[in-house]
């Protein structure tokens, strides 16, 4: 009897194969360790849609070997109601980096007013206080392909930029990842080029 597989289940199986043979994916995208989790709220200016902005409140991170999160995205270039995106799920959280950085992706399925489920990542920076220099961006894929993309920008100082405040939270005693890490291009739906830094 055939049996499907789930992508975690793939994810996993893909990752302890690559960890017994001592070969590296071509991502550097790794959970941090230890790991830790990040809120945000703002907007953003969204000049390549009509120079409108987006709407943006996030929270994703590590918790008890696992994710958790919410992510939720309006884009009000697109009439009334906007484009609408809010996750279902969390499933990867990642250091964009790997150097101990400020930024993060948070990585999951979400659905759309539109464009039907799509995969999702969001990337922030913490930069500090009061924000202005934090960063947000955006990048949807389906099947493999961007259906909609805001690279990462400034929150401010600006009007053109945005506005709002990223919060990259220290580690605590619940914020443990997962004890076989996902691979970020499998829970993201693909890389993440043209979402920058």
């Known amino acids: 009897m055939r049996q499907s597989i789930s992508a975690f289940a793939l ?116 930069n500090g206080e009061p924000g202005a220099t934090d960063r947000f961006g955006i990048k949807l894929m389906q099947n493999g392909v961007v259906v909609y993309l805001a690279s990462t920008r400034q929150l401010g100082p600006t009007d053109a930029n945005g506005g709002g405040n990223i919060q990259l939270h220290a580690p605590n005693p619940s914020t443990t990842g997962p004890l076989v890490p996902p691979l970020d291009y499998v829970v993201c739906g693909g890389d993440d080029s043209g979402l920058g830094f």
Do not use: M
């Open 11 to 126: 994810a996993a199986a893909i990752a302890i194969a690559v960890l017994a043979l001592g070969v590296r994916p071509t991502s550097a995208h790794v959970v941090p360790s230890p790991c830790d989790f990040t809120t945000g709220g703002g907007w953003i200016g969204i000049p390549e849609e009509g120079g409108n902005q987006a709407n943006f409140g996030i929270v994703g991170g590590c918790k008890n070997h696992g994710f958790f999160g919410d992510v939720n995205y309006i884009d009000h270039n697109f009439g009334p109601p906007g484009f609408h995106v809010h996750s279902t799920s969390v499933d990867g959280y990642f250091d964009p980096i790997v150097s101990g950085s400020s930024y993060r992706d948070i990585c999951g399925t979400a659905w759309t007013n539109t464009k039907g489920d799509v995969k999702y990542r969001v990337r922030t920076q913490d």
